[in-house]
């Protein structure tokens, strides 16, 4: 055959597969920039991520995290409340494109849902009194007076460690956080543990000026959490795995961070597996 003609049949052939292919299906990332708008499926009982201001509109590290998407998307973001047990079906039944919701990333989920890189993570931190120098890491405890609120995650955690540290620090077990602030304060340990979640939401009332989040238990687990896509919508996912990578380079998670937890965003590159 000759050389024209072989292309002519080559191109033929391509057109006909093209022609039994069909029209390529669009990605849900296409629909939403098409729609000019993007739905994050977001809970808003849980302050400080997501809950309402006086004037009843969503407000949070969460709700702040969507209007990013949304403006880097450039479409309009809507806030669809979404509770705990309802994250997941939202994104299933296509209520909402994103969870933008502080999910953990867990592999059970991840049969349901596809998540993004870590964006967001909850772990037991160290808390001291906003002048203190002393104590910069966790392994500065030891030998110090150490408070914590009985029977919480974060108690368990440091205990477990207490043991081994052996004599030198000790520790008060206090019946709730308020109990827990109060001694802080007032001197009578030197640091407290606890979620830094809760850290977070005193340090931007009461204890405004007063306390800082110094470090976290290295050895207490940690809820790495994600923004949640369908399965299917591969190629949202990657766009929304690369915003959140930006958002972390240009300092924007930092800064809302600092603005809803009241500390810096913690490291989000697991030790020995993978980073940012």
């Known amino acids: 055959m000759k050389t024209s003609a072989m292309l002519t049949a080559m191109a033929a052939c391509a057109i006909g597969l093209g022609l039994m292919a069909g029209p390529a299906a669009a990605d849900k990332l296409d629909d939403i920039i098409a729609a000019g708008k993007v739905r994050c499926g977001v809970m808003l009982d849980v302050p400080p991520v997501g809950m309402r201001d006086q004037n009843n509109n969503p407000i949070g590290f969460d709700v702040e995290f969507c ?16 509770p705990a047990p309802d994250r997941i079906p939202a994104i299933l039944s296509g209520r909402v494109d994103i969870g933008v919701a502080s999910a953990t990333n867990s592999l059970e989920r991840a049969k349901s849902v596809g998540f993004s890189i870590p964006y967001q993570i909850w772990d037991v931190g ?3 009194a906003a002048g203190n120098a002393d104590i910069t ?20 955690a440091f205990l477990a460690d207490l043991a081994k540290w052996g004599a030198g620090t000790s520790h008060v077990s206090y019946g709730s956080n308020a109990e827990q602030f109060l001694a802080l304060s007032q001197g009578k340990v030197d640091a407290i543990v606890e979620s830094t979640a ?3 939401e005193y340090i931007k009332g009461q204890g405004a000026g007063k306390i800082k989040v110094c470090c976290s238990v290295t050895t207490a687990p940690a809820d790495w959490t994600g923004l949640m896509v369908k399965r299917s919508d591969q190629g949202l996912l990657n766009w929304v795995n690369l915003f959140v990578w930006h958002q972390w380079k240009n300092g924007r998670t930092d800064e809302l961070y600092q603005k809803w937890f009241g500390y810096p965003a913690p490291n989000m590159a697991y030790p020995g597996v993978h980073g940012y």
């Open 67 to 82: 209007m990013d998407v949304a403006k880097a998307l450039g479409v309009e973001a809507e806030i669809v409340e979404t």
């Open 126 to 128: 160290v808390a001291v």
């Open 137 to 156: 890491t966790y392994e500065h405890l030891k030998g110090k007076r150490i408070g914590t609120v009985r029977g919480t995650t974060a108690e368990v």
């Open 198 to 200: 809760i850290f977070g």
